[in-house]
């Protein structure tokens, strides 16, 4: 059973940094892509990065370029999402994906407040 489960989110003032991890499990990790999505209060949920199995960036959400980066562990079976000078509108659910054996797998999900 595949299962992927965030961390790292919190409270954080505007212009600050924080680390969100997803660990996965249940799936050939090293050969998946894996994304990066999140929902704000009343709003879809967005793309915000895809993770190359490499641990390349593609797809990064216009308004992230610059701040955000991403990386993968693939021995620990783990993706990062890399949040750097935050601001309000980054407050959001934060959520890993994968694609695997023909269906969409998510995380629950981790909270990120950015205060003014």
């Known amino acids: 059973q595949v299962q992927l489960v965030e961390s790292g989110g919190g409270l954080v003032h505007t212009g600050g940094s924080l680390r969100l991890s997803c660990t996965a499990s249940g799936f050939p990790f090293s050969d998946y892509a894996m994304r990066w999505y999140r929902q704000a209060p009343g709003k879809e949920r967005e793309l915000v990065a895809v993770v190359k199995t490499s641990g390349e960036a593609t797809n990064l959400l216009n308004s992230v370029k610059g701040r955000f980066t991403v990386s993968r562990d693939n021995a620990k079976k783990m993706v990062f999402l890399h949040m750097n000078i935050l601001k309000p509108e980054d407050t959001a659910v934060y959520y890993c994906?994968?694609?695997?054996?023909?269906?969409?797998?998510w995380g629950r999900g981790t909270q990120v407040t950015v205060s003014s």
């Open positions: 994906k994968t694609s695997y054996k023909l269906r969409d797998w």
